[in-house]
């Protein structure tokens, strides 16, 4: 099946630092990727729709400044959170798809992010 | 909208015994695809199975088939001899079918079932 990657799987900053998140699909082209947040016990949440060459789109309430999402070439997306917080502190999971058609994900290994 | 449901948030079977988790949802859509995936406490988002909603017959794979009701908007998922490495928490999904362009994957609050020796 597809692989995609997700890197560091555990990160801790400092409040105020900014953190970078890469997503990349090793075996396959993603003109997509989708990048979730899930709190403990909880379900996926879509933050937003990473599209290459072109802008993120984001899901209602999720904050563009805040999450600034790249997807800079067909094989990575890019997941940075600015000036992070500890209310920022979660499980942050990508995921992409080798075809539209089916709408199959396949996802990253995820990545914890802690806020100190 | 479209809307995923999963009524049960906690099940527990024993091992080498039979679990259904319950699904349902709701659409207008008339071709779409279901799916469940399964979170292991690695985090790891693992498909389990996959339903396409204009096939009647109802999907299986190894240990793990379906019940796939369509007028009743239904999408259950049985696990027969269930194993120690079935504990995980596990998540109905839906999306839109007859797609050109990638669309949203909806998930259900999911269910957390734990396998007990």
């Known amino acids: 099946g597809a692989v995609v990657s997700q890197h560091p799987s555990r990160v801790i900053c400092k409040s105020g630092t900014s953190v970078k998140i890469e997503c990349r699909s090793l075996?396959?082209?993603?003109?997509?990727m989708f990048w979730y947040r899930q709190f403990p016990k909880q379900s996926l949440m879509l933050m937003a729709t990473?599209?290459?060459?072109?802008?993120?789109?984001?899901e209602q309430g999720v904050e563009k400044d805040k999450f600034l999402i790249n997807h800079a070439s067909l094989t990575l997306s890019t997941l940075t959170v600015t000036s992070a917080h500890p209310e920022d502190s979660s499980f942050y999971i990508c995921s992409a798809s080798p075809t539209a058609t089916t709408g199959e994900l396949f996802f990253g290994e995820g990545s914890r992010l802690t806020v100190l | 909208a479209q809307t995923v449901t999963q009524s049960q948030p906690e099940m527990s079977v024993q091992e080498a015994e039979t679990v259904t988790l319950s699904c349902t949802y709701d659409?207008?859509?008339?071709?779409?695809?279901l799916f469940w995936y399964k979170q292991p406490p690695s985090r790891q988002m693992i498909l389990v199975i996959r339903?396409?909603?204009?096939?009647?017959q109802n999907a299986t794979e190894n240990r793990f088939s379906v019940n796939f009701q369509k007028a009743a908007k239904s999408f259950s998922l049985k696990i027969s001899d269930s194993q120690l490495g079935d504990t995980a928490m596990y998540f109905c999904?839906?999306?839109?079918?007859?797609?050109?362009?990638?669309?949203?994957?909806?998930f259900g609050p999911g269910t957390s079932l734990s396998v007990i020796p």
């Open positions: 659409t207008s859509e008339n071709n779409y695809y």
């Open positions: 999904a839906f999306t839109n079918g007859m797609k050109t362009s990638y669309d949203k994957v909806i």
């Open positions: 339903q396409e909603a204009y096939k009647q």
């Open positions: 990473s599209n290459e060459g072109s802008k993120a789109t984001y």
């Open positions: 075996d396959f082209q993603a003109t997509t």
